[in-house]
């Protein structure tokens, strides 16, 4: 039985993975291999004024002792990522004896064991001079830079401050959303080995063909001699989408050791050489006419990034797109901290600009005396407001509606603190989500084999979200095959490039070329050709330059799509609704259900489409009640950099979820009509918790996460 883009499937890898067939990055073993152990830096900003390091070299089996007074300019400079380069951060440890965050890496232990390594590292004395970090917001020494003047556009349309001024309602309030770091369950490994000039990598990655491409300009050499293998990722959702710093130090380690060397760094050192979730304040003012229609929306935010590296989440690119309105302002500002650098965490710009945008319509709803849901429905839209592109396909109405029904929203009181269940009081609460549809320039090779099986490589990345399975689906429709023919090779910069696993632009971008591939086997095969059909194909989606092929074989993304870049607005909307009860004397909140529904175009592989959102919508309840890193503002570090007090949801935390996908055919955003759906899920969720408490206990929550002591009376 031919398979193809809709049947229900178990992921392809996952009978691999549940018996430890898989092999992660950190998995591997490598003959002779030698163990490095991270220093890291004690102060958040400062200098480094000597090592003393007898006692640590005199630990048997070490290797050696890298320090700035022995690596220094062993990694060369290159751009950030959003300026066009392949790193998370422009920080460059080892390189100089400065320091600018708590946690920097300082130094790296390399010996024969993992011990020997870990016991040097402990050994080693580093000795600074400290000077006063700014932790971040508030701190004195900040420095607050305009987005536009790091070469960020603000959207904006209208004249937001008069209309806000002149209209009939009006709401203006101040949220704010916590810092976040990624907790992959592998930790940031990275095992390197040299033979005749030649790197190999084993790293778990978000991006094979960048890691090549990036760590080759790093250490000054040929990427065609540089081997990224990844063919499982152990977590991601954006922290291993860009260069972080150990990559270049561990290879140069093993460079110089002529010796395999691998790193297994410690969950609290992940904290610090990684990036996270940028805390974020946010001030939004909506206006209204008495029928509900929006006059005016202001949303600017303040971000905190480190001090050398602009890096801007700017959610408001999205909420300016939204809805319908006349009058638009947005901007956003950096505040540059001695911190480590932020950067993508899944929904990095929806996630906490969503909060604030769709906590300020509920507010608007009770100033209005309206139905929340009837709000969101009266300011619908077909064109984003901005640039008045028309969306290639939009169903939030939809998505309302059905949710509404599935949940029973019409059975909701809409007073404060009018429904209640025993000493629980409950509160019901919604939310848009919404997530830009990206695709990108993609190539892939397509292997159809005489005894009825087809091969199927690219490089393309498998984050957890079922991409094996989504492409093995495009196969097997493109070929009229059963999946269980179709054999998927992704994850290694020997195959041919496909773009980062960021942007939830997989499964658009390599079914699109997949497809391409298969209908020219097709044609070869109606054309008569016999035996093996290898075919290799590119697909550069519209509105993107042919030479972005050429980009992608350097490592460099195109991707195209989303709400800004073209002649449409593309993407995926979904609507969340949430059953929040707080007890009266302890005031936990519980969430007995959440529910989501969803319009995302075709869904390629229902199952894992479904566990995406499922996951998505857990995570989002994480987002408004539990994660948040606490940050000591007189040291600048991390305090709960472990998974004891880093807090993530558990199953007693999660009940009910349930997601609903509608049928959406969108003819126009690509020729599949494939959405990303990998980062819809947990947008808007918080807003939907938050809007949820409010509505059963009156009070309003602004600030994530949601904590008892909020609630107090
Ligand atoms: Mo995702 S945060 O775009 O890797």
Redesign the pocket.
């Known amino acids: 039985m031919p398979d193809g883009f809709g049947t229900d499937h178990q992921r392809i890898d996952g009978r691999a993975k549940v018996t430890g067939g898989a092999r992660y990055a950190s998995d591997v073993v490598v003959g002779n291999v030698a163990h490095a152990w991270l220093v890291t830096s004690a102060i958040a900003r400062g200098r480094i004024t000597g090592f003393e390091d007898a006692e640590a070299r005199a630990v048997p089996g070490v290797l050696e002792v890298f320090t700035h007074r022995n690596m220094q300019g062993a990694v060369a400079e290159t751009e950030f990522f959003a300026k066009g380069g392949y790193v998370g951060s422009t920080i460059r440890p080892l390189e100089s004896d400065q320091v600018w965050h708590a946690g920097q890496i300082v130094a790296l232990v390399v010996a024969d064991t993992l011990e020997a390594a870990r016991e040097a590292a402990q050994r080693l004395r580093v000795r600074y001079a400290e000077e006063a970090p700014a932790a971040g917001f508030d701190a004195a020494g900040v420095e607050v830079v305009a987005a536009s003047d790091a070469g960020f556009e603000d959207a904006g349309v209208g004249d937001a401050d008069s209309a806000f001024a002149a209209a009939a309602v009006k709401v203006e309030a101040s949220y704010s959303t916590p810092t976040q770091h990624h907790n992959p369950i592998e930790l940031f490994t990275t095992t390197a080995s040299w033979a005749g000039g030649k790197l190999t990598l084993h790293e778990g990655s ?1 991006f094979v063909h960048g890691l090549k491409h990036g760590i080759a300009a790093q250490l000054r050499i040929d990427p065609a001699d540089v081997h990224v293998v990844s063919p499982f990722i152990g977590g ?3 922290a291993r ?1 860009s260069i972080t710093q150990r990559t270049a130090l561990v290879a140069e380690a093993a460079r110089r050791l002529g010796r395999p060397v691998k790193l297994v760094p410690t969950r609290a050192q992940g904290f610090t050489i990684a990036t996270y979730r940028a805390e974020t304040r946010q001030q939004v003012k909506l206006a209204a006419s008495r029928d509900g229609r929006l006059q005016a929306l202001v949303h600017e935010g303040w971000e905190v990034t480190s001090r050398p590296d602009a890096y801007k989440v700017g959610g408001t690119a999205t909420t300016s797109r939204i809805y319908a309105c006349p009058n638009v302002r947005t901007k956003v500002h950096m505040v540059h901290a001695d911190r480590n650098t932020p950067g ?5 710009p929806e996630l906490p600009y969503m909060f604030a945008l769709e906590s300020a319509m509920d507010e608007l709803a009770y100033a209005l005396d309206m139905d929340p849901v009837q709000l969101r429905r009266i300011n619908d839209t077909q064109r984003e407001p901005i640039k008045g592109l028309p969306y290639s396909s939009r169903n939030l109405v939809g998505c309302l509606d059905a949710g509404a029904r599935a949940f029973g929203w019409e059975r909701r009181s809409p007073a404060p603190r009018s429904m209640r269940d025993g000493e629980w009081q409950v509160g019901w609460g919604v939310a848009t989500s919404i997530y830009p549809a990206h695709i990108g320039t993609a190539t892939a090779r397509v292997t159809l084999l005489p005894d009825g099986r087809a091969r199927v490589q690219t490089a393309a990345h498998d ?1 957890g979200t079922g991409a094996y399975t989504a492409i093995g689906l495009a196969a097997a429709e493109g070929l009229g095959l059963a999946l269980e023919r179709i054999v998927v090779e992704l994850g290694d910069s020997d195959l041919p490039p496909a773009p ?5 632009n997989t499964t658009a971008s390599v079914c699109n070329v997949v497809i391409k591939a298969c209908e020219e086997i097709r044609a070869r095969r109606a054309q008569g050709q016999q035996g093996a059909i290898e075919v290799y194909a590119e697909n550069v989606p519209e509105g993107l330059p042919p030479d972005s092929i050429g980009k992608l074989y350097q490592g460099r993304n195109a991707l195209g799509g989303g709400l800004e870049g073209g002649k449409q607005a593309m993407a995926a909307f979904g609507a969340i609704f949430l059953e929040v009860r707080v007890h009266d004397r302890t005031r936990e909140v519980r969430v007995p259900r959440v529910l989501g529904a969803f319009a995302a175009g075709r869904i390629v592989s229902p199952r894992q489409a479904r566990s995406q959102l499922t996951g998505g919508l857990i995570w989002g309840i994480g987002a408004a009640l539990h994660e948040q890193t606490e940050i000591d503002p007189r040291s600048a570090r991390y305090m709960n950099d472990n998974m004891a007090e880093y807090l993530v949801p558990v199953n007693a935390d999660i009940r009910q979820v349930e997601v609903l996908l509608l049928d959406e055919q969108d003819t126009q955003a690509n020729p599949l009509g494939i959405k990303g759906i ?2 819809l899920g947990n947008v808007g969720t918080n807003a939907a918790l938050a809007n949820a408490v409010f509505h059963a206990t009156g009070t309003r929550p602004r600030d994530l996460p949601v904590r008892i002591e909020h609630l107090m009376a």
């Open positions: 978000q991601a959702f954006g989408g993508f965490m899944r929904s990095p984050v980062v696993a960021g942007g939830s990998g980062e």
